[in-house]
């Protein structure tokens, strides 16, 4: 059985930072491509960062320099730095794994930046 945990989300003042983890179990991830998405209230989800199996990332252009994508094989994790964030950036934030025939998603984490 696959499962994603995401964690690390929380409330932070705007300007702040936070970490978040994606866990992954029951699937060899590190042969897979991942990505961190999230949705806000009221807007479709959308991809925030891909990184793929070498380590080669790719970002939302309006996210670029300030969300960093990394991920540690060994711990079968990937991670996602914000910095600087906003208040336009409160969503709740998935990770997925992603397939030629598949994709798993976790159950989600929520980031909130107060003004």
């Known amino acids: ?3 994603l945990v995401e964690s690390g989300g929380g409330e932070v003042q705007a ?3 936070l970490r978040l ?3 992954a179990s029951g699937i060899i991830s590190s042969i897979y491509t991942m990505a961190w998405h999230r949705q806000a ?3 479709q989800r959308e991809l925030v960062a891909v990184i793929t199996p ?3 990332t790719n970002y939302a252009d309006s996210l670029k320099g300030r969300f960093t994508i990394s991920r540690d094989n060994a711990k079968s994790t990937m991670y996602l730095q914000m910095n600087s964030l906003k208040p336009e950036d409160t969503a709740v934030y998935y990770c997925n794994v992603v397939g030629k025939t598949f994709a798993y998603w976790g159950q989600g984490t929520q ?3 107060s003004s």
């Open 15 to 17: 300007g702040g930072s």
């Open 1 to 3: 059985q696959v499962q």
């Open 21 to 23: 983890s994606c866990a």
């Open 111 to 113: 980031v909130t930046v």
């Open 54 to 56: 070498g380590g080669t």
């Open 41 to 43: 209230p009221g807007k």
